[in-house]
Antibody, heavy 120, light 107 residues
Framework: DVQLVESGGGLVQPGGSLRLSCVAS????????MSWVRQAPGKGLEWVAN????????YYVDSVKGRFTISRDYAKNSLYLQMDSLRAEDTAVYYC?????????????WGRGTLVTVSS | DIQMTQSPSSLSASVGDRVTITCRAS??????LNWYQQKPGKAPNLLIY???SLQSGVPSRFSGSGSGTDFTLTISSLQPEDFATYYC?????????FGQGTRLEIK
C-alpha cells in the first residue's frame, strides 16, 4: 500500500536538469516537514533536502546546495525537487519521505522511489 | 557533519538468534537516533525513533537503546522476514546523516 508516489526520474546527461515530483496518497502531508532521501546503486542512504510545512524553511546537504531546489504545493499535496547541473554522482534512487510529527527529523512514511541516472 | 558508524557491516545469523547491531556517532547526539530496515528493492521502514521508541506496527522483538554517542538495535529472536539491511540515522542536526548500513544475512 503505497503512501507517497514519486515520479519524474529518468536518464539525463551531465549538466542537465530534472524535476522530481511526489504526491501524497495515503499518508498525511500538509502538516509535516517533508524530505528527499537518495540511494546510489548498491550504496547507503543519503538525506538530500527538507522543507517546512509552509515552505518558509529549507535545508540541503552541501553536495547539492546551489544545484537542487526543494519546494511544495500545499493545494496539490505535492513535493518537488528541481535538480540542475546534474553530475554522475547524483545517480540514485530518490525517495520522498515524510518527517515525524512536529518537525522531527526521522522519516515515518516513504515512497517507492524514482531512479535518476546521469550519464552521457 | 556528524558521522555515523555502524558495526558490523555484515552479519550472518540463524532464525531464532538474538542479534545486536551497534551505531556510534562522532559526537553526542543525546537520544536523537533512529533505526530503519530496508529490504532489496524497497524503501526503508522506520523501526525505532529517539533511540528506544518502537514505531507503530513494528514487532516487539525489535528494541533500541543508548544515548550520547553509542546505540544498539537488538532483535530478540530473528524471524525469516528480518533478513535485510539496517541503517541508523541521527536526527540531532542538519545535515541528517545515516550509518553505512548493516546487512543481516541468513547463516
Amino acid at each position: 500500500d503505497v503512501q507517497l508516489v514519486e515520479s519524474g526520474g529518468g536518464l539525463v546527461q551531465p549538466g542537465g536538469s530534472l524535476r522530481l515530483s511526489c504526491v501524497a496518497s495515503g499518508c498525511a502531508f500538509s502538516s509535516y516537514w517533508m524530505s528527499w532521501v537518495r540511494q546510489a546503486p548498491g550504496k547507503g542512504l543519503e538525506w538530500v533536502a527538507n522543507i517546512k510545512q509552509d515552505g518558509s524553511e529549507k535545508y540541503y546537504v552541501d553536495s547539492v546546495k546551489g544545484r537542487f531546489t526543494i519546494s511544495r504545493d500545499y493545494a496539490k499535496n505535492s513535493l518537488y525537487l528541481q535538480m540542475d547541473s546534474l553530475r554522475a554522482e547524483d545517480t540514485a534512487v530518490y525517495y520522498c519521505a515524510r518527517n515525524g510529527m512536529s518537525g522531527q527529523r526521522w522519516f515515518d512514511c516513504w515512497g517507492r522511489g524514482t531512479l535518476v541516472t546521469v550519464s552521457s | 557533519d556528524i558521522q555515523m558508524t555502524q558495526s558490523p557491516s555484515s552479519l550472518s545469523a540463524s532464525v531464532g538468534d538474538r542479534v545486536t547491531i551497534t551505531c556510534r556517532a562522532s559526537q553526542s547526539i543525546n537520544s536523537n537516533l533512529n533505526w530503519y530496515q530496508q529490504k532489496p528493492g524497497k524503501a526503508p521502514n522506520l523501526l525505532i525513533y529517539v533511540a528506544s521508541s518502537l514505531q507503530s506496527g513494528v514487532p516487539s522483538r525489535f528494541s533500541g537503546s543508548g544515548s550520547g554517542t553509542d546505540f544498539t538495535l537488538t532483535i530478540s529472536s530473528l524471524q525469516p522476514e528480518d533478513f535485510a539491511t539496517y541503517y541508523c540515522q541521527q536526527s540531532y542536526s542538519i545535515p541528517i546523516t545515516f550509518g553505512q548500513g548493516t546487512r543481516l544475512e541468513i547463516k
